[in-house]
């Protein structure tokens, strides 16, 4: 990392899988604080309970069973407005949500996201796996296989959405889609390895390599923090938690804490 590394936010969501809806909720709330300039750069890392997403150019038939049959397996199944087609997400998968101003990126969609492919593979080469780019699909691959997937949005210069890293989940998950609408294998960097893989394991590394990539200085945060600053704009808690988000303390965030905006 470089000594001009911006200070920027590391939203790290442990304790069991979070919610679909009200990870998205959340990050849609957060890509309006960062339009608004209330809060820096910064980055969710979670797990999620099963579930399929279809982005802007999935197809009915990249679908490959009923949703009723999906749900009453356990399946959530969700229309985004992310690049891409069909995903799965669920426990054993490192998922992450950058929320970053462009503008700071000169503006290149294509360079951010080969830049988060980056990420993804210098994270896999420090456990000893070396993954690939693909042209044309987007992603980390190993041979024909996908190990990763990324699929973003951009709204008024801000990213959301991300990548989805296959630590070791359900790999028989995938096979209720064509992932991606390309018909290629997954793997995972368990089979890879050899030996069982927490994402708990994955996640410091994966931090520390994006990090690098973007030349960021992630500070760890709280959600109790983040909502402090969005709670004005979002009456329901995004977490998928009954109750009230909590409401501004009327105090603000010192100017050297990572959600701060600097004057």
């Known amino acids: 990392m470089t000594m001009m590394a911006r200070q920027s936010w590391l939203l790290d969501l442990r304790g069991g899988p979070t919610p679909y809806a009200g990870a998205w909720e959340l990050q849609k709330a957060l ?28 197809q009915s038939d990249h679908l490959l069973y009923p949703r009723e049959l999906l749900a009453g397996k356990g399946f959530g199944v969700y229309e985004i407005e992310r690049g891409g087609s069909v995903t799965y997400h669920g ?9 970053l101003d462009l503008r700071s990126y ?32 987007p992603g980390a691959w190993i041979g024909e296989e996908k190990i990763a997937a990324v699929g973003v949005a951009v709204k008024r210069k801000v990213t959301m959405h991300g990548f989805a890293l296959n630590v070791d989940p359900a790999l ?52 109790d923090d983040l909502q402090r600053v969005i709670a004005p ?29 600097s004057g």
């Open 172 to 223: 028989a998950h995938f096979d209720y889609i064509n992932p991606c609408g390309i018909g290629r294998p997954v793997t995972s960097m368990a089979r890879l390895v050899g030996r069982p893989l927490t994402v708990d394991e994955v996640r410091p590394v994966y931090a520390r390599r994006f990090s690098d990539v973007f030349e960021l200085n992630l500070e760890v945060v709280s959600l």
């Open 91 to 99: 426990p054993g998968q490192l998922v992450g949500y950058p929320i």
């Open 233 to 261: 704009y979002q009456p329901a808690s995004s977490t998928g938690e009954s109750g009230e988000a909590s409401a501004p303390d009327g105090a603000g965030l010192a100017s050297e804490h990572p959600l701060a905006v």
């Open 106 to 137: 000169h503006e290149d969609v294509v360079k951010y996201m080969r830049s988060l492919e980056e990420t993804i593979i210098r994270t896999l080469l420090d456990f000893g796996i070396a993954a690939q780019r693909q042209r044309g699909y």
């Open 31 to 58: 890509v309006a604080a960062r339009q608004r300039e209330e809060v820096t750069d910064g980055l969710m890392l979670l797990e999620h309970e099963p579930v399929f997403t279809i982005g802007r150019s999935g």
